[in-house]
């Protein structure tokens, strides 16, 4: 540090507080500083400027700006991307809330005192264990799915015998869904079961005390108490169910990039794709600002 | 109401309430059974597979129970798969990998936990960004970058970013440890700060030993999500010498898919034809070394996970 100025060279070496503390903290940043740089700012620069242009030369990137060009590709020509696309958003807007609901179930079911508490914790994250990779894509491929909560339930054959095909079909679709969720909420179930054990006990006692019921505590205490929780697990969700192994939408820009090598047009892909994620993203921390509990503890 | 609630109980006797809370009970453990049934059933798919001879394959009385065991199959998907050179690189690098997440990580946590300092709302809304783009938006320029580094085909690509404090889900780790560490009390930096104790000191004698929670779930979760990551790899590596063992199974299953769609069996070099069962021991392979690993730290990556902190954002 350089004194400015002279006439106070009695203390030289005293700093602001605060800006001695800012720079410590800048001590603490300096490899995320760093990292930040080069493997997300500038790749994020370099993909943007992709999807703007075209390349002239791969040696040193060499390129040339094309507009809107790749974007209209995208929407007006492509006829694999917007079916793909809806889809993925289709599954994820009934995924997501579908997702929450269970974990939240399961994590509640989880947190209480009970015999083989171990091994119900241990089964309900071997999905997670089991990858949300491949090894997941080809046992869902394989048609292990939707035979699970069939045969363990028994009734389609004589309850689709009297409310007809349709009816059955759609039934079943929904219990796949749900098969499928389930196998994808480890983290989630863990994330709830962190909310779950933060909260006091002693607002659970002071609520028995006073002769509520636990149907009562739940909606008074426990859902109030964890939606910071459940606005982190949703926007995890929602990328996680973006960037799944499982999703067609990213086999489909890996293909682009690396089978068809259209950089830009994959590039121009992935960010049409992401804008929609952080879209859904924004409006549920919109949604759920104005309900989300807040314990003072920010500073 | 809930007076009357009351009164209406106690008229019941003791043997009708002692049923209505073990009726309670079974219902209760019947739902978290079923369950643990849907969760545990690709596992147990998988495992029952993975012993089952051909001919019990393609019969289709034999759901569950394989009418002999047989080990063979993951004798051939062990060799088939070069297990023992994989698991190597998988080992190395998720060590290393988690290594540089739980160091890099639990820093940049700290200081956005405990500091204030200029820009600090505007650089942790590149955290939550972070949390939010998905690697598969900037896979070109980063491939870019790496062949012009020359890290392609090895392990740098996977490694290196995570001491950054980037690489798989970093942002999140970063939340992870920031959350904690805002629940801890300022009185301890303060007392060390009176008693001349620098803020790298500070941090690494006192506030890290007490952040064991988030340590040990950041180290599970990183972990456990660099073993099972396939899309990385798979674009970063192509020699077979670095490959990972996620990326060998697309191998395995195309391998398999061939055969079928063509009805040609092609034997190999020991004759034999790979078949599910085969593939299905060697998914099972894939994932023993990280089993064995979390049912080892299970019960302490529950504690950590209970003590971490994560409400009151």
Same mark, same amino acid.
């Given at each position: ?9 009695? *203390? ?110 241990? =089964? ?17 491929? &394989? ?13 389609? *054959? ?118 929609? =994620?952080?879209?859904?993203?924004? &409006? ?16 | 109401? %809930? ?40 596992? #147990?798919?998988?495992? %029952? ?41 998988? @080992?190395? %690098? ?7 997440? @739980? ?6 946590? /700290? ?15 590149? @955290? ?14 980063? /491939? ?10 090895s392990f740098l690509p996977l490694i290196v970013p995570t001491f950054f404090a980037m690489g798989l889900n970093g942002g999140f780790f970063i939340f992870l440890f920031r959350q904690f560490f805002m629940g801890l009390p300022y009185e301890m930096e303060e007392a060390a700060r009176v008693d001349g104790c620098g803020p790298i000191r500070t941090y690494a004698r006192i506030m890290l030993p007490m952040a064991q929670a988030p340590l040990l779930v950041c180290g599970v979760l990183s972990l456990v999500w660099h073993w099972n990551d396939y899309f990385e790899p798979g674009v970063y590596i192509n020699n077979p010498d670095y490959r990972m063992l996620p990326s060998v199974l697309p191998n ?35 994932? #023993?070394?990280?089993?064995?690993? /979390?049912? #080892? ?17």
């Amino acid at each position: 540090m350089t004194v400015k100025n002279p006439g106070l060279s009695r *203390k030289p070496r005293r700093m602001g507080i605060d800006r001695k503390r800012s720079l410590e903290a800048y001590i603490f940043l300096i490899p995320w500083l760093i990292g930040v740089c080069l493997f997300f700012a500038y790749p994020i620069f370099v993909s943007i400027r992709l999807s703007f242009s075209k390349i002239v030369s791969f040696k040193g990137l060499i390129t040339e700006w094309v507009g809107l060009t790749n974007f209209e590709y995208i929407f007006f020509y492509d006829i694999n991307f917007m079916p793909t696309f809806l889809q993925v958003v289709y599954d994820t807007l009934l995924n997501t809330p579908l997702c929450m609901v269970f974990s939240l179930v399961i994590a509640i079911l989880i947190n209480r005192k009970m015999v083989g508490r171990g091994f119900f914790r241990t =089964a309900f994250f071997i999905p997670v264990l089991l990858g949300s990779g491949y090894i997941m894509k080809q046992l869902l491929g &394989m048609g292990v799915d939707g035979t699970t909560i069939t045969t363990g339930i028994m009734v389609p *054959k004589l309850i689709s015998d009297l409310i007809g095909p349709s009816i059955t079909a759609v039934v079943q679709g929904f219990l796949d869904r749900i098969t499928v969720v389930l196998w994808k909420s480890g983290v989630q179930i863990v994330l709830f079961l962190a909310g779950l054990q933060g909260i006091s006990g002693s607002l659970y006692e002071a609520a028995k005390v006073d002769g509520a019921t636990e149907w009562e505590m739940f909606w008074k205490i426990t859902l109030p108490m964890i939606t910071p929780i459940i606005l982190m697990n949703m926007v995890y969700t929602i990328v996680a169910f973006f960037t799944d192994g499982t999703n067609p939408m990213v086999d489909y820009i890996k293909k682009v990039n690396f089978t068809n090598q259209q950089y830009e047009y994959g590039a121009a892909m992935s960010w049409v794709y992401f804008v929609f =994620a952080l879209i859904l993203c924004l &409006m549920c921390i919109l949604l759920m600002r104005r309900h989300v509990y807040d314990s003072g503890a920010k500073n | 109401m %809930v007076k009357a609630a009351v009164k209406k109980n106690g008229r019941k006797s003791k043997a009708a309430r002692f049923t209505k809370s073990f009726l309670l009970r079974l219902g209760f453990y019947f739902l978290l059974c079923a369950l643990s049934f849907i969760f545990l059933y690709p596992f #147990i798919t998988m495992i %029952v597979k993975s012993l089952m001879t051909d001919d019990d394959l393609y019969n289709i009385t034999v759901k569950w129970l394989p009418s002999q065991a047989t080990w063979s199959n993951y004798d051939i998907a062990f060799r088939r798969m070069r297990f023992k050179a994989y698991v190597w690189n998988n @080992v190395i %690098v998720c060590g290393l990998s988690t290594l540089g997440h @739980v160091i890099s990580c639990s820093l940049t946590g /700290y200081a956005f936990a405990r500091y204030k300092f200029r820009l600090k709302n505007a650089l942790f809304m590149l @955290v939550i960004l972070m949390m939010i783009v998905p690697v598969q938006v900037i896979i070109f320029p980063l /491939y870019k970058q790496y062949s012009d580094w020359g890290w392609l085909n090895s392990f740098l690509p996977l490694i290196v970013p995570t001491f950054f404090a980037m690489g798989l889900n970093g942002g999140f780790f970063i939340f992870l440890f920031r959350q904690f560490f805002m629940g801890l009390p300022y009185e301890m930096e303060e007392a060390a700060r009176v008693d001349g104790c620098g803020p790298i000191r500070t941090y690494a004698r006192i506030m890290l030993p007490m952040a064991q929670a988030p340590l040990l779930v950041c180290g599970v979760l990183s972990l456990v999500w660099h073993w099972n990551d396939y899309f990385e790899p798979g674009v970063y590596i192509n020699n077979p010498d670095y490959r990972m063992l996620p990326s060998v199974l697309p191998n395995l299953y195309s391998l398999l898919n061939q055969e079928n769609h063509t009805m040609i069996q092609v034997n190999d070099l020991e004759g034999i034809v790979f078949n599910e069962a085969m593939l299905m021991a060697a998914t099972f392979l894939c994932i #023993i070394p990280i089993m064995i690993a /979390y049912l #080892i730290l299970q019960r302490r990556f529950m504690e950590g996970v209970e003590r971490s902190g994560l409400t009151g954002m």
